[in-house]
């Protein structure tokens, strides 16, 4: 039994650590464009792309410590990878991402499930 924890526990510190490479990533990516920022994009904020449509959004770059932003960048980084070019592109639906936009908008203090001791790594507590 203590092996499964340890394992969920090993597995989880894997999950953080590759979740903090992406994030800093992408702060390096705005932090280090922020000369060329567009003029419509105010300081602390950042552009992403949504969709199939590539719609733009801006948006806080406090989300990117957002847990539900953090589930965002892994699944663009599985699509797209670390060397994508262009602006942050999130492979999920418009709608899906403006209803997450109002979790984060209502939970801005949301932690990653990660980080608690008795989590499977699925978001369950066992």
Request: hydrophobic content about 35%.
């Amino acid at each position: 039994m203590d092996d499964h924890i340890n394992g969920n526990k090993v597995t989880g510190i894997r999950q953080i650590v590759r979740l903090r490479e992406i994030l800093h990533k992408w702060q390096a990516v705005t932090i280090g464009s922020s000369s060329s920022s567009p003029v419509d994009v105010p300081k602390g904020y950042l552009a992403v792309y949504v969709g199939p449509e590539l719609r733009r959004f801006i948006i806080p770059t406090s989300y990117l410590s957002h847990s539900l932003f953090k589930v965002l960048l892994e699944k663009a980084e599985e699509e797209f990878g670390f060397d994508h070019s262009g602006g942050l592109t999130i492979p999920c639906e418009i709608e899906t991402f403006k209803f997450l936009l109002k979790c984060m908008e209502h939970h801005p203090k949301d932690h990653n499930a990660d980080d608690d001791d008795d989590d499977d790594g699925t978001g369950n507590k066992q």
